[in-house]
T-cell receptor, first 108, second 115 residues
Framework: GQSLEQPSEVTAVEGAIVQINCTYQTSGFYGLSWYQQHDGGAPTFLSYNGLDGLEETGRFSSFLSRSDSYGYLLLQELQMKDSASYFCAAGSARQLTFGSGTQLTVLP | NAGVTQTPKFQVLKTGQSMTLQCAQDMNHNSMYWYRQDPGMGLRLIYYSASEGTTDKGEVPNGYNVSRLNKREFSLRLESAAPSQTSVYFC??????????????FGEGSRLTVL
């Protein structure tokens, strides 16, 4: 089975940096993915870590440590449009298990 | 490109009624998935299909059936709807196993209410 833990809510101000942590317990772990979902919308893919270390995509970065069963999503230069739910997901693409999501609120 | 298309977008059923959610993708992906999402929760996998003609149960398959009609289409059927199946249903596809990037492409969702 798989289980992922992430904080339920995070609040930050525009222009700040925020980190959303994710710890996981999985069998057959393949990699850690991150998704963004705006209210009423579909989840959209942000990043994937198949190997330990940092992956950077514009303002977003994601990190994985397999030895610690831990990863995080780092959002820099926060914008109002970044207010959304963020989900970590683990496993293989065949069986991706999602965390319960972190609601990020960006304040002006 | 349309990506992943789901129909219907909204549906209200009475307890005991049946219905089928349709999903189609135009990205030539082998793998397709059905997830449900309940308020304040993550997505839970109902069924997935690794290729045409194959389907496997996910985390919450009870009360559902699926059909992988061809490479493009993957339908989800509720034979006898129950209020506990009130949820938002998402269909997704991925290029696994040809490419393993951890990326799923999601449809816009189907909002189902069972009274």
């Amino acid at each position: 089975g798989q289980s992922l833990e992430q904080p339920s809510e995070v609040t930050a101000v525009e222009g700040a940096i925020v980190q959303i942590n994710c710890t996981y317990q999985t069998s057959g772990f393949y990699g850690l993915s991150w998704y963004q979902q705006h209210d009423g919308g579909a989840p959209t893919f942000l990043s994937y870590n198949g190997l330990d270390g940092l992956e950077e995509t514009g303002r977003f970065s994601s990190f994985l440590s397999r030895s610690d069963s831990y990863g995080y999503l780092l959002l820099q230069e926060l914008q109002m449009k970044d207010s959304a739910s963020y989900f970590c997901a683990a496993g293989s693409a065949r069986q991706l298990t999602f965390g319960s999501g972190t609601q990020l609120t960006v304040l002006p | 490109n349309a990506g992943v298309t789901q129909t219907p977008k909204f549906q209200v059923l009475k307890t005991g009624q049946s219905m089928t959610l349709q999903c189609a993708q135009d990205m030539n992906h082998n793998s397709m998935y059905w997830y449900r999402q309940d308020p304040g929760m993550g997505l839970r996998l109902i069924y997935y299909s690794a290729s045409e003609g194959t389907t496997d149960k996910g985390e919450v398959p009870n009360g559902y059936n699926v059909s992988r009609l061809n490479k493009r289409e993957f339908s989800l059927r509720l034979e006898s709807a129950a209020p506990s199946q009130t949820s938002v249903y998402f269909c997704a596809s991925s290029d696994f196993p040809r490419r393993h990037t951890g990326e799923l492409f999601f449809g816009e969702g189907s909002r189902l209410t069972v009274l």
